[in-house]
């Protein structure tokens, strides 16, 4: 159960957790038109520290985009202050931050121009999002037999609220069926991604994880995983993977915020290599780890404190 923090962000001013509320009729809840975002915090020795704030928030304004959002009210500058700020209001070390985009109440009907665009950034403390084995064990997954949003219907690219449906769909049927995810295929029968991550299968040490265009979201992580795997001089190749490469891979796993870096330790029963954490997964959990617990310096910039250093008076050491 979600525990709620002090303060939500709206449009600009800090309102109570409580007071976050929407009317029935406002056009998100009828079409699902909303775009957000899905962003860390984490506990750093110097204190709590944004994980790649700036990308998220360009992704939330392509999302917003991309659905002729195209006002609204914030600059990235602003959002990126408003999200530290809320993390600072709710005295928060580590937490996941969620910015909401949503067309609010107005005219009823499809067309949601007329309606206003509300802005909204929540945070609160989420753990692990597989279960607190799933880091070090790896996870149990099906392939969905529900196929990922196709293209040139709902742009994968876009995080938007409704994609999410489709992940519903897939997240339901592996939970009803003994799973603890599922992976979808793409409107061609090629692996896409995972309900809520991306994906990377690794075989003979060459790691693999689908383009784009297989209806994946641009993921953060993904990216994070692609960059920190070409610095450890992994073999590294975005390409159109067939089902049956899972069953075979020596290792799969699975990257997203919420998820962060998470082993695949068997796909529809059959055992991915060993059934258990492959020694690729485990280097770039390594590594990724190591960038947010301070044990390695943040050298991609991809850390934004949260608190900023006060000076120190005169004489203090
Ligand atoms: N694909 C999908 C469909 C997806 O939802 C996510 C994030 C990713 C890939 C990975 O993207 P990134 O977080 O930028 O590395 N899913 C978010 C929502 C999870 C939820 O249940 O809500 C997340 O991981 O925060």
């Known amino acids: 159960m979600l525990t709620p923090t002090e303060k939500i962000w709206h449009n600009g001013r800090f309102i109570s957790w409580d007071q976050a509320t929407i009317h029935v009729l406002s056009h998100v809840v009828s079409y699902g038109s909303s775009v957000f975002e899905g962003i860390r915090c984490y506990s750093t020795p110097s204190g709590p520290a944004v994980f790649r704030l700036r990308e998220h928030i360009r992704r939330m304004l392509d999302s917003a985009k991309i659905y002729r959002m195209e006002n609204l009210g914030f600059t990235a500058d602003e959002l990126a202050d408003a999200m530290l700020e809320l993390v600072r209001v709710n005295h928060m070390e580590a937490c996941y931050i969620r910015p909401i985009v949503i067309r609010g109440y107005g005219e009823m ?24 084995e799933a880091l070090a064990e790896g996870v149990d997954v099906c ?40 992976i979808a295929l793409d409107s061609a029968g090629y692996v896409s991604e995972g309900s809520g991550e991306n994906i990377f299968v690794v075989r003979d040490g060459k ?18 995983v692609l960059s920190l795997a070409r610095e450890l001089d992994f073999e590294i190749v975005e390409t159109i993977i067939p089902r049956e490469m899972l ?7 699975f990257s997203g915020t919420a998820a962060e870096i998470t082993p695949i330790r068997s796909i529809d029963r059959i055992p991915v290599g060993k059934g258990r954490r492959g020694p690729v997964a485990e280097r770039l959990q390594k590594e990724f780890f190591a960038i947010l617990n301070g044990a390695k310096p943040d050298r991609h910039g991809w850390l934004t404190p949260v608190l900023v250093a006060q000076p120190q008076p005169a004489g203090v050491k």
């Not at 009907?109 to 607190?132: F, H, M, Q, R, T």
């Not at 069953?247 to 796993?253: C, K, L, P, Q, T």
């Open 109 to 132: 009907g499809v067309n949601p121009l007329k309606n206003p665009i509300d802005v909204y950034v929540a945070c609160w403390s989420w753990g692990k999002y597989l279960g607190e």
């Open 143 to 182: 392939v969905s037999s529900w196929t990922r949003i196709a293209p040139n219907t709902l742009p994968a690219l876009a995080k938007a609220g409704a994609n999410y449906m489709n992940s519903q769909l897939m997240k339901m049927e592996a939970l009803t069926n003994g799973y603890s995810e599922a």
């Open 207 to 224: 790691i693999h994880t689908p383009p784009l265009g297989n209806s994946v979201l641009p993921g953060i992580t993904r990216n994070t």
């Open 247 to 253: 069953y075979i891979a020596d290792e799969v796993f």
